[in-house]
């Protein structure tokens, strides 16, 4: 069966801190895995990756994906407030049922 | 350029009324969703169409229909509303089928009593 598995489910961590979130997969056809942030409202798009070793980077935020092992990491350096939400992996593959499977997610909380 | 716009933002129904969510993306996407979002439970795909005039299910789709008309929207409709249909409903599109990320929708959050 195909499925995504994110842990911690939720992390609480001081403003400064680095963090890492994980997100593993098991899947029959995997095209790419993509990681969200979601606050309030929508979920908005981080990073896509499609290829093993490949460090996708935005600012205090990077993401790799090992796709022997059937794992992606999303590092946030130097924590902010702001940092806080629930950060979703998802992961695209060649099946019938839509494009995407997502998982539960992690819910980060930053404090001051 | 407002990307994707859902309407309504909120809604109460009493079990047995019917409602219709309404989908608008201006992006000229081809593949549109119908997603849930429940605390635990993530996001589960409910419908969604590759292109206009074209729907099939995803996950949980009992209890919704659903309708792509015209390329630019996508109706979901509750013709029974259920208390567990209490959730917060997201509508994404993109452009492409697999190697392309979702553009959402704020949400709907709906309240079934």
């Known amino acids: 069966e195909d499925k995504v598995v994110q842990s911690p489910l939720s992390l609480v961590v001081h403003e400064g801190d680095t963090v890492t979130l994980n997100c593993s997969y098991e899947v029959t056809n995997f095209r790419s895995l993509l990681w969200y942030k979601q606050e309030k409202k929508a979920p908005t798009f981080l990073f896509m990756l499609?290829?093993?070793?490949i460090e996708k980077k935005s600012g205090r935020l990077s993401s790799i994906l090992d796709k022997k092992e059937l794992f992606s990491i999303l590092n946030i350096t130097a924590t902010q407030t702001g940092d806080s939400a629930v950060y979703l992996c998802?992961?695209?593959?060649?099946?019938?049922?839509?494009?995407?499977?997502f998982g539960k997610g992690t819910k980060l909380s930053v404090k001051p | 350029n407002a990307g994707v716009t859902q309407t309504p933002k909120f809604r109460v129904l009493k079990t047995g009324q019917s409602m219709t969510l309404l989908c608008a993306q201006d992006m000229n996407h081809e593949y549109m969703y119908w997603y849930r979002q429940d605390p635990g439970m993530g996001l589960r795909l409910i419908h969604y169409s590759v292109g206009e005039g074209t729907t099939a299910k995803g996950e949980v789709p009992d209890g919704y229909n659903v309708s792509r008309l015209k390329k630019q929207n996508f109706l979901l409709g509750l013709e029974s509303a259920a208390p567990s249909q209490t959730s917060v409903y997201f509508c994404a599109s993109t452009w492409g089928q697999y190697n392309s990320p979702l553009h959402f929708g704020n949400g709907t959050r709906l309240t079934v009593t």
């Open positions: 499609t290829s093993s070793g």
């Open positions: 998802a992961m695209n593959y060649g099946g019938s049922q839509g494009n995407l499977i």
